[in-house]
């Protein structure tokens, strides 16, 4: 899928979020056929671009997109994180049919700030939207998404969180990885530079299944600190690899979205797009790097 065929997908879905919102503050029920018609296309044409975005052909259309789906995916699909790491998480997951290895920056590393350190970047079309992928040799360490948010400001956000990096522009080094990441097959490695306490969420995250949630309070008992919930959302907010650290699975007990730092229409979007794959099963967009 080319980056032109990525970007028009995702703004129709982000479009049908914002229309699904109107119709359903104004107290109308979003059918597939209203919905349709208010972005002036036909019903089957909506369901070709929302199948062409997730890679399936999904049971259901806009149901995933409406505002209460989290809530719906808390109720039926809340992931027991005790559970998933008893099960031997510990390094490794899997999301699909990608296999993530990750290892972290060691404290001392972390608090130089990146000095010493050579970070690859490079601009890639996701199902999200412009993403931003950072890297080192030894893994992906930054992704951030650009489709709300200006794209320097984008840039300068992830760059702020190793000011004393040496960084070089190079999608080619990176884009093996992001095949990889986005496709969810093959490998994706990933190199973790965060505080002690930050990875320890990080990795109660890794635990989620895709097409899954959990709840910050969930985390912060899984790590050890079930009175630091707060603490776990900063936490949980300071991700700098987003969707492959799937801080968008994580919701407030209520089943309120929370907070997303790159849009919450993008954490809907993500939530979505995992869930319809989850229940058809099947191959991801696949991203190529900007030129």
């Known amino acids: 899928m080319n980056d032109q065929s990525q970007s028009y ?97 060691t404290p001392g590393e972390f608090a130089r700030g990146g000095e010493g350190l050579t970070i690859y970047w490079g601009w890639f079309e996701s199902p999200f939207g412009p993403a931003l992928v950072m890297g080192t040799d030894r893994g992906i360490c930054g992704m951030g998404f650009a489709a709300e948010q200006d794209e320097a400001e984008v840039m300068a956000d992830l760059i702020r969180r190793w000011p004393r990096a040496d960084f070089v522009e190079d999608p080619i080094m990176l884009r093996p990885w992001v095949l990889d990441a986005f496709s969810a097959t093959g490998t994706a490695p990933l190199y973790l530079i965060g505080a002690p306490f930050q990875i320890k969420v990080w990795e109660a995250l890794l635990a989620v299944p895709s097409g899954h949630v959990t709840t910050y309070s969930d985390i912060a008992r899984v790590i050890g600190h079930p009175a630091a919930v707060r603490a776990v959302g900063t936490a949980v907010g300071r991700n700098p690899v987003s969707f492959l650290i799937p801080c968008h699975r994580a919701l407030r007990k209520s089943g309120a979205l929370g907070g997303y730092h790159w849009g919450l229409r993008v954490k809907r979007a993500m939530l979505a797009w995992e869930a319809a794959r989850a229940d058809a099963g099947g191959a991801a967009p696949v991203p190529v790097p900007q030129t």
């Open 9 to 105: 997908h995702y703004r129709v879905i982000a479009r049908a979020l914002a229309e699904i919102d109107a119709m359903q503050a104004g107290g109308q029920a979003p059918t597939l056929d209203g919905l349709a018609a208010r972005m002036g296309m036909s019903p089957a044409h909506f369901q070709r671009t929302f199948s062409q975005w997730v890679g399936v052909s999904p049971k259901r259309y806009q149901q995933y997109l409406t505002l209460d789906h989290a809530r719906h995916l808390l109720a039926e699909r809340h992931s027991v994180l005790e559970a998933s790491l008893a099960s031997g998480l510990s390094g490794t997951g899997r999301l699909h049919d990608l296999f993530i290895k990750w290892e972290a920056m």
